[in-house]
């Protein structure tokens, strides 16, 4: 692989003082030698702006944030990064890349997730150049590489997560930190052969697609209600079994198995029921 080379250039200024030097003595030359008819003279300018000319058309402008790279028939010569005017051999072709921060938004793709549901998925990735030997040599457009690799790594990572989890299992909507560092990794590792950093990349748009969208959602509302209910009885359980143990601790009464078995039923239909439960006054003794 051809890693960059960095090379500075010569200060362009004080080459465009010598190059503005080089073409006043030109002109000079030919006015002094069609007044005097010197031939010498007029060939020496000729000369001297033609020389000032081939030494002015290696001056090139370096913004910042931006790099030019170097050729020599075809050959890679280095890269100027430092801002400014600078200079290079004329005989140099130099292409203009840019250093700095971009972003784009990849289309909306459908895919398949873990559990084989079509949805709908888009990503925001945030990138640049730090090679640009390798953005400029190793891939044909480094612009398109970017955005075909990019949505190549996002349909990865869709199948490998499922839309949504109600455990703690890892999901695309559910861990959107982490499955946004994956798809930086997922995007860097496609990148890096040209010379390209993955800054950032967080998912857009997630959503199921459209054909089964009204399907997914009930089944997204029953899994919600079944993880709902299986909290709520959790909870009901251990404190059914708190206040057994403090009533048994605390010596208030004593109950026996039945009655215990009795009190954790009515307990679980008091915590667990979706409605307010209608307490009913015993007056009369537990036990018949």
């Known amino acids: 692989?051809?890693?960059?080379?960095?090379?500075?250039?010569?200060?362009?200024?004080?080459?465009?003082?010598?190059?503005?030097?080089?073409?006043?003595?030109?002109v000079a030359l030919?006015?002094?030698?069609?007044?005097?008819?010197?031939?010498?003279?007029?060939?020496?300018?000729?000369?001297?702006?033609?020389?000032?000319?081939?030494?002015?058309?290696?001056l090139v402008m370096v913004a910042p944030n931006e790099a030019r790279v170097l050729q020599l028939f075809g050959d890679y010569v280095g890269t100027i990064r430092r801002p400014g005017l600078r200079w290079a051999n004329p005989l140099y072709t130099k292409h203009k890349v840019s250093l700095r921060i971009r972003n784009f938004e990849s289309a909306r793709l459908k895919v398949n997730d873990l559990d084989g549901n079509p949805i709908e998925i888009a990503a925001v990735v945030v990138w640049r150049v730090v090679d640009t030997a390798e953005a400029v040599f190793e891939v044909d457009d480094y612009n398109n590489y970017v955005h075909v690799q990019s949505e190549s790594a996002l349909r990865n990572l869709a199948t490998s997560y499922t839309y949504d989890s109600h455990d703690d299992q890892e999901s695309l909507r559910g861990t959107t930190a982490k499955i946004a560092d994956h798809l930086k990794r997922e995007i860097q590792d496609r990148l890096s052969r040209a010379g390209v950093e993955a800054i950032e990349a967080r998912i857009s748009h997630l959503a199921y697609a459209p054909e089964i969208a009204a399907a997914m959602l009930q089944r997204q509302q029953a899994g919600a209600i079944i993880a709902a209910r299986s909290r709520i009885v959790e909870g009901a359980v251990g404190m059914v079994e708190m206040a057994l143990e403090m009533l048994s601790a605390k010596k208030v009464v004593e109950l026996d198995e039945e009655r215990k078995a009795q009190m954790f039923s009515n307990l679980l239909v008091v915590l667990c029921g979706e409605r307010g439960t209608q307490p009913v006054v015993n007056a009369g003794t537990l036990y018949p």
């Open 1 to 26: 692989m051809i890693r960059e080379r960095q090379r500075e250039g010569l200060n362009g200024v004080v080459v465009l003082g010598i190059g503005l030097v080089v073409v006043l003595l030109g």
């Open 30 to 58: 030919l006015v002094l030698g069609a007044r005097q008819g010197h031939g010498a003279w007029i060939v020496g300018g000729v000369g001297l702006l033609i020389s000032a000319l081939f030494l002015l058309t290696g």
